[in-house]
């Protein structure tokens, strides 16, 4: 698995929020800089804070002052503060990453310069470096934008990466490439030599906060990616080492661990994970289960030549003047006890947030009242079986039946997540098992493991969807084909739909991912019906009747589409506000606007066909 891929079991999906969450009482600016910084962090969290940096409002030039400034709070070390109130959608931060990688399975789809995909067939292709053939890039100029970095990454990569599990693949002529972990620190580590190992960008990067490693398998892990990283640069001598700017191993092993501790995951406008990325002044931001900020690289409106890092505030709440801005590390659709495992094996600490603290019934670990009062129990444990509604009262039968529903739903998610790629039939086998197995138990949308299953299930029907379009067979019957097709598309439009109530119920408004989740819905709404191929039911009187809908299926005709307009619609607003108003939200955020226009023409067309007038929105569907 890639470093990034790892990074974004844990963090991608659900990629920060906002909440006007009431974040930890704010201390006065530490006046000291990295000293008074370090004596206030609690020692029991086993980091070096930085050593050698500046007073740190003097770097980070590129942190708009106007609107933040850096303290330090006496559990989380560093972070950023607003000192003035943010808008909900405004952009707290952007900027470029310091160092980059893709990750090997993206080497040849996406550009490594400006992070663009492959252009769709027929227009031309990605140019690959004629020297390593490994990464490729849109044109001449995104080479030449990327060449003093990579005539060293070529040189590197034509000499072969480590062997060992960090290889993920290997060139034509045999060569291994290390992971976009081992790359992204080459990167950074060749370009800290060409700034200058005094300047401020280098600072920053030495100030970076690091966790010296507490658990063995941590420390391993830190000695092995430090090892692999010696083997890419081709060094051979201390003094080699010392070239870099690196005085000692010890420094080299402090310089993993403060890269492992402040890496982000590189993702394309819509979340998926694309490499690495590292960007000091967006890693001093501390984490929320609940936070008011979100970090996302949204697109640039004509291409993608620069590959920004966005930090926006978003939400309906503004964060007001004197609060800290707060991004989440890690997916907070996961339930408390997963949230606290994934932080403490990366970040080396215990949530303390609000909502790790809150003895209120959690959505993500609930089950339906057994009276369909419409209120929630918390989910039962082994060892507090006993649970009741949070409304009602009622007490929740059968716990052993749900506990069950649970365990078995939780291995088949890690099975299906394990093999989605290598055996799709098995894993999409196992979601469709799941998923009723779970609602019958009582769990609602949020609850996990059943949301994550709908998630996962719905990607490979997706897949599935776009398949049994384009790939339709001639041969087969048509009333089969559509009836297939048309089942296909009805549940994906029933598991999105499920998947938005679900994260509605865990994400704050305007959360990127609920914003894109509601884009799928809508876009999934907005795919052409099948012809219409009825079957014929023979009714005892004996007139003929046709039914093709299945129960709850989703409407159709114009109906679906004014749904399908409406859904869009709000996806379009939280997009908005999840990837940023300046940036219209975004490339997605973009894409469904102009989906909402076409939409609104074709509703036009139908109401125009019945001789009514439209009911659509002014301006092509602006919220
Ligand atoms: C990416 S850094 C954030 C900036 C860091 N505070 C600094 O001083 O450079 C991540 C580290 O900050 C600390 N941190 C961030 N959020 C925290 C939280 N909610 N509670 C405790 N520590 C936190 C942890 O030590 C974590 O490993």
Redesign the pocket.
């Known amino acids: 698995m890639s470093f990034a891929k790892l990074k974004a079991t844990r963090e991608a999906q659900t990629k920060p929020s906002y909440v006007s969450s009431d974040t930890p009482e704010s201390r006065p600016r530490a006046a000291g800089g990295e000293q008074a910084?370090q004596a206030s962090t609690s020692s029991s969290?086993a980091?070096s804070?930085p050593q050698n940096a500046n007073e740190p409002q003097q770097l980070y030039k590129n942190i708009p002052k106007t609107l933040l400034e850096i303290r330090t709070d006496a559990?989380?070390?560093?972070?950023l503060w607003a000192t003035q109130n943010i808008g909900a959608g405004q952009t707290i931060l952007a900027l470029p990453p310091y160092a980059a990688a893709l990750s090997t399975a993206n080497l040849s789809s996406y550009c490594s310069a400006c992070t663009k995909p492959k252009p769709a067939s027929g227009s031309s292709p990605l140019k690959r470096c004629t020297q390593c053939r490994i990464v490729h890039y849109c044109d001449a100029a995104c080479q030449t934008a990327d060449w003093a970095l990579h005539k060293l990454e070529c040189v590197a990569l034509r000499r072969g990466g480590p062997p060992s599990e960090d290889v993920e693949g290997e060139t034509s002529s045999g060569a291994l490439i290390p992971n976009d972990a081992i790359r992204c620190l080459a990167r950074m580590m060749w370009r800290r030599k060409k700034k200058g190992l005094e300047s401020d960008w280098s600072k920053e990067l030495d100030a970076?906060?690091a966790?010296l490693p507490i658990s063995p398998s941590a420390q391993e892990q830190h000695t092995h990616l430090a090892l692999s990283l010696v083997r890419f640069l081709g060094l051979t001598s201390p003094q080699e080492l010392a070239e870099l700017g690196v005085a000692s191993g010890a420094e080299l092993a402090r310089i993993v661990a403060k890269f492992t501790?402040?890496t982000f995951t590189l993702s394309a406008p819509d979340l998926t994970p694309l490499g690495a990325c590292i960007a000091p002044p967006v890693?001093?931001?501390?984490?929320?289960c609940q936070p008011n900020a979100v970090v996302v690289f949204p697109g640039t409106k004509q291409s993608h030549r620069a590959s920004h890092a966005r930090d926006h505030s978003a939400g309906d709440t503004p964060r007001r003047r004197g609060k800290q801005i707060l991004t989440a590390y890690i997916d907070t659709t996961l339930p408390r006890i997963q949230r606290q495992q994934a932080l403490q094996e990366t970040?080396?600490?215990d949530?303390?947030?609000s909502l790790c603290t809150s003895d209120d019934p959690d959505p993500r670990e609930s089950v339906w009242c057994p009276k369909k009062c419409g209120g929630i129990c918390p989910m039962p444990t082994e060892e507090n079986p006993l649970s009741q509604c949070s409304r009602c009262k009622s007490v929740l039968r059968d716990t052993d039946a749900v506990l069950d529903a649970i365990r078995v739903g939780q291995q088949g998610l890690d099975k299906a997540t394990a093999v989605q790629f290598s055996d799709r039939a098995k894993a999409q086998q196992l979601t469709s098992k799941l998923i009723p197995i779970l609602t019958s138990a009582g769990l609602p949308p949020a609850a996990h493991p059943l949301l994550a299953l709908r998630r996962l299930h719905l990607a490979m029907l997706i897949e599935d969807v776009s398949g049994s379009v384009s790939a339709d067979d001639p041969s087969s019957p048509l009333a089969q084909k559509t009836q297939t097709q048309t089942q296909l598309l009805d549940e994906a439009i029933i598991t999105a739909t499920q998947i938005c109530k679900g994260l509605d119920a865990v994400l704050p408004y305007a959360h990127p991912v609920r914003g894109l989740a509601r884009a799928e819905a809508g876009k999934l709404l907005a795919v052409d019906e099948p012809a219409p191929a009825p079957t014929l039911t023979l009714t005892n009187t004996n007139t003929t009747s046709t039914s093709t809908a299945p129960p709850h299926s989703p409407p159709t005709g114009p109906a679906r589409l004014k749904l399908a307009r409406d859904t869009l619609l709000h996806a379009h607003t939280e997009l908005q506000l999840g990837f940023g108003k300046a940036n219209a939200g975004g490339e997605v955020g973009r894409a469904v606007r102009e989906d909402v226009v076409g939409l609104e023409r074709e509703l036009g067309g139908v109401d125009a066909a019945r001789g009514g007038g439209g009911e659509g929105c002014e301006g092509g569907g602006e919220a």
């Open positions: 910084a969290h980091s804070l559990v989380k070390g560093r972070g970076m906060q966790h501790t402040n890693a001093l931001i501390n984490h929320d970040y080396n600490f949530c303390r947030c």
